[in-house]
């Protein structure tokens, strides 16, 4: 007799106004203690919906919550950014801090925390857009509204892999207003979010709204990252959609970073496929990129140019009716294909909202699958 799963899988339905087709809850699972025939139906769920949500998952330990995401790469140990984090200049050093009793989760969220998971007296900052865009919205603005932070995939993109999934754990959540998100890029598109909601587009949706010449151009491009990109575009400016770099030379020169080693730069397919239902992602982190190797060997290196090529490509899969702003609740836990999305963190906390999320992800033990 087969042993069934205990879980069940509910698509989210899109809210209304939306054209979201990825997203699913799963209820009924013990992720305290998976089986395996629990975990195939987690990892389908995964990879057909992209981003999974587990309710009412405030117990879970950090120890837990890095066993269930090492389940989707069993050899892979390190986290997702490596050490990158204690270089002071990375634009990621402010925001985490690492438990100490379980290295691979960081914390992240907003406000004082006496006390939380081993970490003493910390002071969490909520990372805000003034901080990256090149022209925030005005002080008086901004408790109504906000804009995309930063669209990214969460990868190191030097050295290490990215990784398969990332896991965040709602552990305090503050539940305030609603503000309206702005693109602020002429089209005149917004969209209502929860305050702190993380936005979420389906790269596989991204690659679908291409033209068919535009998806020849994805499946036989690829990407090189700039070396040690987090402090390469430390003192860059954001587009106000989130969605990669205004170019102005900020920039930091290569003698100004880390050593560098150049087999350790990444070049990657723009294209990544997925490895469950076989579909193709355009999965680029748009701030990141410095140079597009194309099929017919020329390789684009006019920064700006390599910029305006991908914004083009992906402006269209951030369009309001494609995002999908999770509305989160203590002890809501989501998993996402790290491979398959790009997320971006929105909204603004006062200094005294306190805010706590645990995260993690571990470097990939192998790289993204190509198109081919």
Same mark, same amino acid.
């Given at each position: 007799?087969?042993?069934?799963?205990?879980?069940?899988?509910?698509?989210?339905?899109?809210?209304?106004?939306?054209?979201?087709?990825?997203?699913a809850e799963l209820r009924g699972a013990d992720l305290e203690n998976i089986?395996?025939?629990?975990?195939?139906?987690?990892?389908?769920?995964?990879?057909?919906?992209?981003?999974?949500?587990?309710?009412?998952?405030?117990?879970?330990?950090?120890?837990?919550?890095?066993?269930?995401?090492?389940?989707?790469?069993?050899?892979?140990?390190?986290?997702?950014?490596?050490?990158?984090?204690?270089?002071?200049?990375?634009?990621?050093?402010?925001?985490?801090?690492?438990?100490?009793?379980?290295?691979?989760?960081?914390?992240?969220?907003?406000?004082?925390?006496?006390?939380?998971?081993?970490?003493?007296?910390?002071?969490?900052?909520?990372?805000?857009?003034?901080?990256?865009?090149?022209?925030?919205?005005?002080?008086?603005?901004?408790?109504?509204?906000?804009?995309?932070?930063?669209?990214?995939?969460?990868?190191?993109?030097?050295?290490?892999?990215?990784?398969? #999934? /990332?896991?965040?754990? @709602?552990? !305090? =959540?503050?539940?305030?207003?609603?503000?309206? %998100?702005?693109?602020? &890029? $002429? +089209?005149?598109?917004?969209?209502?979010?929860?305050?702190?909601?993380?936005?979420?587009?389906?790269?596989?949706?991204?690659?679908?709204?291409?033209?068919?010449?535009?998806?020849?151009?994805?499946?036989?491009?690829?990407?090189?990252?700039?070396?040690?990109?987090?402090?390469?575009?430390?003192?860059?400016?954001?587009?106000?959609?989130?969605?990669?770099?205004?170019?102005?030379?900020?920039?930091?020169?290569?003698?100004?970073?880390?050593?560098?080693?150049?087999?350790?730069?990444?070049?990657?397919?723009?294209?990544?496929?997925?490895? #469950? /239902?076989?579909?193709? @992602?355009? !999965? =680029?982190?748009?701030?990141?990129?410095?140079? %597009?190797?194309?099929? &017919? $060997? +020329?390789?684009?290196?006019?920064?700006?140019?390599?910029?305006?090529?991908?914004?083009?490509?992906?402006?269209?899969?951030?369009?309001?009716?494609?995002?999908?702003?999770?509305?989160?609740e203590a002890g809501d836990l989501a998993l996402f294909n790290n491979q398959?999305?790009?997320?971006?963190?929105?909204?603004?906390?006062?200094?005294?909202?306190?805010?706590?999320?645990?995260?993690?992800?571990?470097?990939?033990?192998?790289?993204?699958?190509?198109?081919?």
């Amino acid at each position: 007799m087969a042993i069934k799963a205990r879980i069940t899988v509910h698509k989210v339905a899109p809210p209304k106004g939306s054209n979201i087709d990825f997203a699913a809850e799963l209820r009924g699972a013990d992720l305290e203690n998976i089986s395996e025939v629990d975990f195939d139906v987690i990892r389908r769920a995964l990879y057909e919906n992209q981003l999974i949500l587990f309710k009412r998952q405030q117990d879970l330990s950090p120890k837990a919550q890095y066993e269930l995401t090492q389940l989707f790469d069993p050899s892979s140990e390190a986290y997702g950014h490596g050490k990158t984090l204690d270089t002071k200049k990375s634009i990621l050093h402010p925001d985490l801090k690492t438990i100490p009793h379980q290295p691979q989760v960081q914390v992240i969220g907003n406000g004082p925390v006496e006390e939380f998971e081993g970490l003493k007296n910390i002071t969490l900052k909520h990372p805000h857009h003034k901080t990256f865009h090149q022209q925030p919205i005005s002080d008086e603005d901004d408790r109504d509204n906000t804009r995309f932070y930063r669209w990214h995939i969460d990868a190191a993109l030097y050295d290490l892999n990215p990784p398969r #999934v /990332t896991s965040l754990m @709602a552990v !305090q =959540v503050p539940k305030t207003e609603y503000q309206t %998100l702005r693109y602020d &890029d $002429g +089209t005149g598109d917004e969209l209502s979010v929860p305050r702190g909601s993380t936005a979420f587009v389906s790269s596989y949706k991204m690659y679908d709204l291409l033209s068919e010449a535009d998806k020849e151009f994805a499946r036989t491009t690829r990407v090189q990252y700039a070396p040690h990109p987090y402090v390469w575009m430390s003192a860059a400016k954001s587009r106000p959609d989130g969605l990669g770099l205004v170019s102005e030379g900020r920039e930091l020169p290569y003698s100004e970073l880390p050593a560098i080693d150049e087999s350790k730069v990444k070049v990657l397919p723009m294209c990544w496929r997925n490895p #469950v /239902t076989n579909k193709l @992602a355009l !999965q =680029v982190h748009p701030s990141a990129v410095e140079k %597009l190797h194309l099929a &017919d $060997g +020329t390789v684009v290196d006019n920064l700006e140019e390599v910029r305006e090529i991908v914004h083009r490509l992906q402006r269209p899969g951030i369009a309001p009716e494609y995002v999908y702003p999770v509305d989160w609740e203590a002890g809501d836990l989501a998993l996402f294909n790290n491979q398959g999305v790009l997320h971006s963190v929105t909204g603004s906390f006062q200094p005294e909202e306190v805010r706590i999320f645990r995260q993690c992800n571990l470097a990939a033990s192998t790289a993204p699958l190509g198109p081919e």
